[in-house]
């Protein structure tokens, strides 16, 4: 089955200044890779998707990139806030987020230092 | 539109009994996938329903179970509880082509 390893499992920045998690996955099949943000006491939040027909997508200041000759994907955060801070999982699948549910990667617990 | 709502949020249970969780997806949605997360496996795919039917099934023993109505709301069972199915139970619904919203979850204690 699909494995996702993400890296790194702590990521500590200044205010301002960018972040970015990256993730491996394993099977070449996988299609669709979407990225969580869980806040304490809550579920996690969808921030970003990106399908296999796409290299990079962009959302303010949240971009995604895309090397499925590589198998791996990123999460980049541009002039990070503090309430950036939180648990981020990235994930993938085969049916395009749909029968084959999502592995996730082990997750990316953001601080944001003032 | 109401999010993903999960009842209860919070459960302690003891061993070898059997729990109940309650998900209503979001209205419209008639995708609904249930999670299991906890601080050691992580997030850990259980199964995934459409239209009553069971889609697809983690890998997880048979004491875990689900169903889904016929207006999209969705329970998952679990028999004969051990200590460790303590974890946060997550239910995630969908519409069509677009990505899973989740819910705050239910969190399970056994004791």
């Known amino acids: 089955g699909e494995n996702v390893e993400q890296h790194p499992s702590t990521l500590s920045v200044q205010e301002g200044d960018s972040a970015v998690i990256k993730c491996t996955y394993s099977d070449s099949a996988s299609n669709y890779f979407p990225w969580y943000k869980q806040e304490l006491g809550k579920g996690p939040q969808l921030i970003i998707d990106?399908?296999?027909?796409?290299g990079e997508k962009k959302d303010q200041r949240i971009a995604v990139t895309l090397n499925k000759t590589a198998k791996h994907f990123s999460l980049h955060i541009t002039e990070t806030q503090p309430e950036d801070s939180a648990v981020y999982f990235c994930a993938a699948s085969r049916s395009g987020g749909g029968a084959d549910g999502l592995t996730f990667g082990k997750g990316t617990h953001l601080i944001i230092q003032p | 539109k109401a999010g993903v709502t999960q009842t209860p949020r919070y459960l302690i249970k003891t061993r070898g009994q059997q729990v109940t969780l309650s998900c209503s997806p979001i209205s419209g949605h008639r995708s609904v996938s249930w999670y299991q997360q906890t601080p050691g496996q992580g997030l850990q795919f259980l199964f995934e329903?459409?239209?009553?039917?069971?889609?697809n099934k983690g890998n997880f023993p048979g004491r875990f179970s689900g169903r889904q109505f016929s207006n999209s709301r969705s329970e998952m069972n679990v028999s004969t509880l051990e200590l460790g199915d303590s974890a946060l139970y997550l239910c995630?619904?969908?519409?069509?082509?677009?990505?899973?919203?989740f819910g705050s979850g239910t969190r399970l204690t056994v004791v």
């Open positions: 329903y459409f239209s009553e039917t069971q889609r």
């Open positions: 990106i399908r296999s027909n796409v």
């Open positions: 995630a619904s969908r519409e069509s082509g677009y990505g899973y919203t």
